[in-house]
């Protein structure tokens, strides 16, 4: 074998050895997880955090914050169907989290819907989670409005700004996911299109990102990545066995309930990727995209290979 292709090899095995740690850990462990989500959300996401291994609480009652919020082991704010009665609540159980050293993250659901929402939004930005979230237009929305900027930004650009600016891992979700803290990019290959034809995956997959970092909240990122990576194998596992979007639902909650070492093994795909380049790096044939800024970049150790294929395939599925 090729050096490069050992050292991707590698890479990979050591990528899905640690995704599986960290779900047996949070299977051994039984994280709770309070959860301020939107009504649509609340069935599939405890469901999701029930079947990974973890303890839902759908506990939003801002009566209830200083009681309960110390004793969680992570916190998840879901602004899907935001209010104004909502809001103190989930800043109470921001700080609270923050007092008692417990990580929250953040889900920005529609962002950029209202001015309502974007200020919400942004107020929670400012109370520093540890994960931020989103598809690619909130992580775009929530980026150009604490940054000020006027430019079309993509998805990755806008994700590695907000990381920076805000301290945040920040993750976008897609066809690729893509995960930073503004210096490190990561991408998450496994998944299905129709998981975005389920309301609430989005939501589910925040929910079980919040209980990985429950369980390895020094290394955000990696948690981060593993628990997208984990949700989009049970994807592709449910997807093997359904017939459409709602069969998909339930055999998709059923295969991460059975996930098991062999399945991680042989089905995760992810890549460190570029976070810069410079022309005289690349290859025949080979692109720099837009999103990835020129300058004193390194390929990384990725082989020239998969950086012609991820690049590639980067530029078609963002979105
Ligand atoms: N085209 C796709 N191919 C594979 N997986 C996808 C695709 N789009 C989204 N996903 C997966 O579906 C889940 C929900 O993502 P997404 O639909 O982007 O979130 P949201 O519901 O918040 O918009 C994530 O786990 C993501 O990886
Ligand atoms: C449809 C809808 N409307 C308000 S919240 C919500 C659910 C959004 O879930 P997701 O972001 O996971 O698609
Ligand atoms: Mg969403």
Not at 153 to 161: L, N, P, R, T
Request: glycine share 6%; aromatic share 4%; charged share 15%.
């Amino acid at each position: 074998m090729e050096p490069s292709n050992l050292n991707e090899e590698q890479d990979q095995n050591s990528w899905a050895l640690n995704a599986w740690t960290l779900l047996s850990k949070l299977r051994d462990q039984s994280p709770l997880i309070q959860c301020i989500t939107n009504f649509v959300s609340m069935d599939l996401m405890a469901n999701t955090l029930l079947s990974a291994g973890a303890s839902p609480a759908m506990i939003h009652s801002i009566e209830e914050i200083q009681d309960f919020t110390p004793h969680i082991h992570a916190l998840c704010i879901n602004v899907g169907t935001l209010s104004p009665a909502w809001l103190p609540a989930m800043r109470e159980a921001a700080l609270v989290a923050n007092k008692a050293g417990k990580p929250w993250i953040l889900d920005p659901v529609a962002a950029g819907a209202s001015r309502f929402r974007l200020k919400a939004c942004l107020e929670l930005v400012g109370l520093n989670p540890s994960v931020i979230r989103g598809n690619g237009s909130e992580i775009i929305a929530l980026s150009k409005a604490s940054l000020g900027a006027t430019k079309s930004m993509d998805a990755m650009e806008a994700a590695k700004s907000l990381a920076q600016s805000s301290g945040a891992i920040v993750a976008v979700s897609g066809a690729v996911d893509i995960i930073t803290d503004g210096h490190r990019v990561v991408g998450a290959h496994n998944g299905v299109s129709m998981m975005q034809k389920i309301t609430a995956t989005g939501c589910a997959v925040t929910a079980l990102i919040a209980a990985f970092i429950a369980v390895d909240p020094l290394h955000a990122l990696e948690a981060t990545a593993s628990a997208l990576s984990i949700f989009g194998i049970a994807g592709e596992m449910g997807m093997d066995m359904a017939k459409g979007p709602a069969s998909l639902r339930m055999h998709l909650i059923d295969s991460l309930y059975n996930l098991d070492q062999a399945a991680v093994s042989s089905r995760l795909k992810k890549n460190e990727l570029l976070s810069s380049c410079v022309d005289s790096e690349l290859l025949p044939g080979m692109v720099c995209p837009p999103s990835i800024p020129r300058g004193k970049g390194m390929l990384s150790s990725l082989s020239a290979t998969i950086v012609h294929k991820e690049l590639i395939k980067f530029m078609e599925n963002i979105r």
